[in-house]
Antibody, heavy 125, light 109 residues
Framework: QVQLVQSGAEVKKPGSSVKVSCKAS????????ISWVRQAPGQGLEWMGG????????NYAQKFQGRVTITADESTSTVYMELSSLSSEDAAIYYC??????????????????WGKGTTVTVSS | QSALTQPASVSGSPGQSITISCTGT?????????VSWYQQHPGKAPKLMIY???NRTSGISNRFSGFKSGNTASLTISGLQSEDEADYYC?????????FGTGTKVTVL
């Protein structure tokens, strides 16, 4: 059963960037889309974007276009999410999550069945 | 794209049934049936409960059921138990991206 292991908590200054990693272990990695979802304190879930590692294809929510970059390293089964120009509003827990179906399957469906434990990003001067 | 609309809170007594609604627009749900539901306990990551509108993921009690009609999806929890107290989020996939609901806090009285 695949597990997603995320990097540790980060403390960043306003205006800087943060890069969070998500390493897959115990299963196939590259043919499944990996998404990033964030949750501000006391708030709901917000999808930021995703990547299909085998294609390197990315898709970003309009809100984060130009400020987020999602990349993948197939050799280490790791996906990265970099968010720039941080403000206090970016303080949140950032989760990675894997789509349930491989891109090679004949019938695709869309939901996230495996989640990382989350990475807390604090933005403070 | 705006979040799907859920009631902020729903409560019920043990053994009762409750239903959480999730309302969007035609562009949120479209002709797709990619509606999923996630349970989140405090301090934990979301956990998949329901996918493709009605399908329970492995290990999830049949007390949880999903439904969709038009632009509204719903999650029903029957035989409410104390461990069901959590936040619940709906989600839909629309050809290019995911959108989540605003979230519903379920309280077991």
């Amino acid at each position: 059963q695949v597990q997603l292991v995320q990097s540790g908590a980060e403390v960043k200054k306003p205006g800087s960037s943060v890069k969070v990693s998500c390493k897959a272990s115990g299963g196939t990695f590259s043919s499944y889309s990996i998404s990033w979802v964030r949750q501000a304190p006391g708030q709901g879930l917000e999808w930021m974007g995703g990547i299909i590692p085998v294609f390197g294809a990315t898709n970003y929510a309009q809100k984060f276009q130009g400020r987020v970059t999602i990349t993948a390293d197939e050799s280490t089964s790791t996906v990265y999410m970099e968010l720039s120009s941080l403000s206090s509003e970016d303080a949140a827990i950032y989760y990675c999550a894997r789509d349930a179906t491989s891109v090679w399957e004949p019938i695709l469906t869309y939901y996230m069945d495996v989640w990382g434990k989350g990475t807390t990003v604090t933005v403070s001067s | 794209q705006s979040a799907l609309t859920q009631p902020a809170s729903v409560s019920g007594s043990p053994g009762q049934s409750i239903t959480i609604s999730c309302t969007g627009t035609s562009s949120d749900f479209g002709t797709y049936n990619y509606v999923s539901w996630y349970q989140q306990h405090p301090g934990k990551a979301p956990k998949l409960m329901i996918y493709d509108v009605t399908n329970r993921t492995s290990g999830i009690s049949n007390r949880f059921s999903g439904f969709k009609s038009g632009n509204t999806a719903s999650l029903t929890i029957s035989g409410l138990q104390s461990e069901d107290e959590a936040d619940y989020y709906c989600s839909s996939y629309t050809s290019i991206n995911y959108v989540f609901g605003t979230g519903t806090k379920v309280t077991v009285l």
